[in-house]
């Protein structure tokens, strides 16, 4: 054997092990794993596995519509209130009392921790809603007795008491009517938890795990969580609706959005939250990249009390003389829609002929000089250094808004220095004279919009941060809460929204978008203008 | 034999008493209170603060302190993690396995391609060959990890899409965690789809693995190439050659042989290199091995976690080195009657 036959030799040993790997590398052709299964590449680890007890965005993702079902749920565009473990429901004239219809085949995941004897009923309901509303309920005090939702929506004054009719009725009574009632009992913190489950938890003594390990009605069923690293799905086999056509979903934690761009473009995972680099997705002709308006509002807000924006004609100058598209174009990189409204457009109270506020210069001049303010004035603009889903940058949207209002005359100073809690406490003591601010909503109802934002007893609590009030205004939106009748109601919104466009309390700028990227073979909805996603009616090919 | 053993078990005991008091004085050294960085309890009540400094002595003087902590952790209680406030070492036992595995396959890769490539080189010593694969190996080790890590993912995973970019397997795999080690646990688990998890599985290690090997492996040309160069030179080679053996005879039964042994010895001093380099690695491809664990905890300034993990990976690194010493004095038994250490 000669030096170079040697050489050959000793080449072949080292390159052999590696042909060896890398042909075991080759994709197989029986690829069923992966067709039956979909990696998500989430943001974050959720925080608990009852959206009762939370309100982060992360965990309503990952827990609502994936291991629970509520008595009633949204659908449609237009984002209509349909059945779902409640069959049917019947609401009384005056408002006052709900019956809900129950179906009666609906089956609790069966799983190595919890094996349910009997179907859903009555008893379910009342446990999940009595654990939230009564402060003595065994279940109450577990997790911290915080229902933060349910705390904000004012559940526990609105619900006098909830009745068992029988095994599949059940009766809500209320305090007062209010026809956003629905909405919230829709909304995704709203879930039906399993009492037999509870019961057995009680037994062994270990009634934490309601919230840890769930046993829930949705489409898939828990079967492994590690934090940080995973969240194993099951599909749910005896799901009441159609069972989901995938064998497992997989919520692959991943908070790095990078790391999540890395894992999308190489395969790794179907679907990424939050996306970045927009561009270099839209460039691949496998991924999609999708985006829905959210049901948010980023506004520009007076202190209606404090002059000079106790003169409408000001707050009317000053909303002609805000370029909004300048604003959507830097600040939010095109990424939302203009409002033209507080409503976003997706919302079914929203009216296309309310007038919105165009840009004009010269009228915004005109009525300066009819306010008694020809050479304008100074004033505060108050702006969170914190990034919102509402609003990415509240810093640079109020610089923009800077050089804009010099153009008639005022000069803005930006207050931004606070952190957030002093930020919100000083705010609703009311010491800004303008602030940007923006509201997420939690359900599609409308009035999520004004009664928090714009009414007068938001105004007394300080949560109405321009403390605008208004008797007709407050009119209008009590009348629209009295009534179901969804065409006066949109009535009564449609004015509201006039009126508000009028006396101009706060300048709506912004809706923004949330944005999703997936591989073109996942198929199916998946996003929705508000709330968590939804896997459930997600198939792939 | 005896005495080489027992020269080791005495550097052994040596090293472990200096690492342990390290990592105790560490616990002084670190910002806090001592008791709480030792044991990891940060939401102890004061009454379980109470039971706690009894547990650990601490109104005893310094010496049974140190006493009591080795006491601990030879009991196996590192403490509990303060961040997660679970027990460091059962932590550390979930994580350290997948670092022994890519560092495993890291140096078993770093081994066939440097030692084979080290000998090409010296059989053509001074040639064309031998001065490209050196300024090559020159160049390899060169190149920073962290910058080739992520070069090698935007070639291989992102514009070729030939290989997976992070983590030990897919999660479409659902493999239990038996002994820690992916492939020994696919072998173990009743999982239909066993072979495909086994493929997907070196699919995932075979890129960050490649990455750790770089460095080592010019390592090993470089040393492959002087210990065959030596042994060329060597006078029963020439009397081989003398007797008429053929080049590959002398090569394949007398060189390699001879060759090898030398570079075994330093396989042991490389491995603490090689785990340095996982653990930039481990995080840049999101391996869940103790690298990108104790970062991980470094970042979240969970001082419990880092002086367990310290001492863990510390003892497994000299662990190592032991177990290569003997494997090359089995080899070599000339290194068994050396006087001094090697």
Redesign the interface.
Known sequence: ???L???Q???K??LL?FLC??S?????N?ES??NN?I?YCSEGSPESFNPQIVTSGTTIDATSNQLYNRLISFRGDKNTIAPSLAKSWHTTRDGKMITFYLRKDVAFHTTSYFTPTRFFNADDVLFSFNRILIPEHPFHQVSGGKYPFFQSVSFSNVVKSIEKINDYTIRFKFKYADSSILANIASDFSVILSKEYADSLVKKNIKREIDTLPIGTGPFKL??YR?G??I?YATHQQYWDKPSTLE?L?F?I?PSNT?RL??L????CDVIAFPIAHEKIQSKPELELEAVTSFNVGYLGFNTLKPPFDNVKVRQAVALAVNKQAIIDTVYQSKADMAHSLLPATSWAYNKSTLPQTYDISKAKKLMAEAGFPNGFTMNLWALPVQRAYNPDAVTMAKLIQADLKKIGISVLIESSLDMGSFLEQLSKGEHQSVLLGWSADHPDPDNFFTPLLSCSSAKSGNNRTFWCNEDFDDLIQQALQTTNVTQRKEFYSRALTLISQEVPLIPIAHSKRFQARNNSVKGELLSPYGGIDFSRVSKN | MLTFTLRRLNLFIFTIFLLTLLSFSLSFLFPGEQLINISGQINATPEQLIILAEQYQSHNNIFQQYFTYVNHLFSGDLGISMA?QLSISSEIISVLPATIELTLVALFIAM??GI??G??AA??HRKATDNIILSISMIGYSIPVFWLGLLA?LIF??QL???????QI?????IEQVTGIQFIDILLSESP?K??A??DA??HI?LPACVIALAPATIFVRLARTAMMDVLDSQYIRAAKAKGL????L??HHAIRNAMVHVIRDVGLQFANLVTIAMVTEVIF?W?GIGRWLIESIFQRDHTAILGGLLALSSFIFIVHIITDFIYAALNPLARDSRHGT
């Open positions: 054997m000669s030096i036959a040697v050489e030799h000793l080449l040993i080292i092990p790997l890398i075991a590398c080759n994709t197989d029986d794993l992966s299964s990696v079967k492994k934090p690293a995973y194993r497992q997989i692959d991943t790391g890395t894992k473009l190489a395969g790794e | 997660s066939v391609l084979p490539i000998f090409i059989i053509n993912i995973s992102i899409g030939w290989l997976p970019s992070a983590g897919s999660l479409l795999f659902e789809y072979w495909q086994f493929r070196s699919a075979f053929s080049f590959s005879q090569i394949y999101s869940p």
